[in-house]
T-cell receptor, first 114, second 108 residues
C-alpha cells in the first residue's frame, strides 16, 4: 500500500510569490494534518482537516490556508511568501481527527524562499 | 497542550541498550504519552505510545513512572539505523505537539 505522498519534493520560490503543496493520505484515512518544520526544530502544527472541514489550526498567519477534497487529499497554500517560510512542510494522515496515535507522515516538501 | 522536556542529545554504542528520558510534570489524566522518531531526510514515524502501564512492541519499550510525570523510551539493542531525533509527545484528543526532541547518535 502506498504511504502518504507529498508533491513536489522540493521547491524554490521567490519572496512574495504563492505556493501550493499537495498531499495524498493513506487509503482509508480521512484526516490530514499539516506541519512546518524549520531546520533544527520539531514540526509545528499548522492545520488539521477531517471530512473536508477544518478541525484545528495552529498559530500561523492568514497567509496560510488549506483545504481537503472529497477524495481526502489536501492542499496547503501559502501566499506572499517570506524568507522565514523556508522549511520542510510535512503532511500526516490518520483514520480520524483527534487521533493522536496512528499518524503516518509523508517525507515532506522542502520549500526554499529566496 | 502539556509540555515535555528531553535532553538535546544522547550517544550510544551499537548493540547496547538506550534509555531516552522524558519529563512531563504537567501531564493530565487523559494524556497519552507518544514517541515518534525522525530519521534524516524523512518525516516522523510512530514508535510507541502508552497511558499508564509499560508497553512493548517490536521497535521499543515504554516505561512510565508510577506518577506519570516521566517516561523512558527503551531501545533494547541500538543499531546504526536507530540514529534519529526522538520526540516525546503528550496528547489526548488534540494534535501532535512536538518539542525539539533528543538527537540520538549511535557509534559503531
Amino acid at each position: 500500500d502506498a504511504g502518504v505522498t507529498q508533491s513536489p519534493t522540493h521547491l524554490i520560490k521567490t519572496r512574495g510569490q504563492h505556493v501550493t503543496l499537495r498531499c495524498s493520505p493513506i487509503s482509508g484515512h480521512k484526516s490530514v494534518s499539516w506541519y512546518q518544520q524549520v531546520l533544527g526544530q520539531g514540526p509545528q502544527f499548522i492545520f488539521q482537516y477531517y471530512e473536508k472541514e477544518e478541525r484545528g489550526r495552529g498559530n500561523f498567519p492568514d497567509r496560510f490556508s488549506a483545504r481537503q477534497f472529497p477524495n481526502y487529499s489536501s492542499e496547503l497554500n501559502v501566499n506572499a511568501l517570506l524568507l522565514g517560510d523556508s522549511a520542510l512542510y510535512l503532511c500526516a494522515s490518520s483514520l480520524v481527527a483527534g487521533s493522536v496515535y496512528g499518524y503516518t507522515f509523508g517525507s515532506g516538501t522542502r520549500l526554499t524562499v529566496v | 497542550d502539556a509540555k515535555t522536556t528531553q535532553p538535546n542529545s544522547m550517544e550510544s554504542n551499537e548493540e547496547e541498550p538506550v534509555h531516552l528520558p522524558c519529563n512531563h510534570s504537567t501531564i493530565s489524566g487523559t494524556d497519552y504519552i507518544h514517541w515518534y522518531r525522525q530519521l534524516p531526510s524523512q518525516g516522523p514515524e510512530y514508535v510507541i505510545h502508552g497511558l499508564t502501564s509499560n508497553v512493548n512492541n517490536r521497535m521499543a519499550s515504554l516505561a512510565i513512572a508510577e506518577d506519570r510525570k516521566s517516561s523512558t523510551l527503551i531501545l533494547h539493542r541500538a543499531t546504526l539505523r536507530d540514529a534519529a531525533v526522538y520526540y516525546c509527545i503528550l496528547g489526548s484528543q488534540g494534535n501532535l505537539i512536538f518539542g525539539k526532541g533528543t538527537k540520538l547518535s549511535v557509534k559503531p
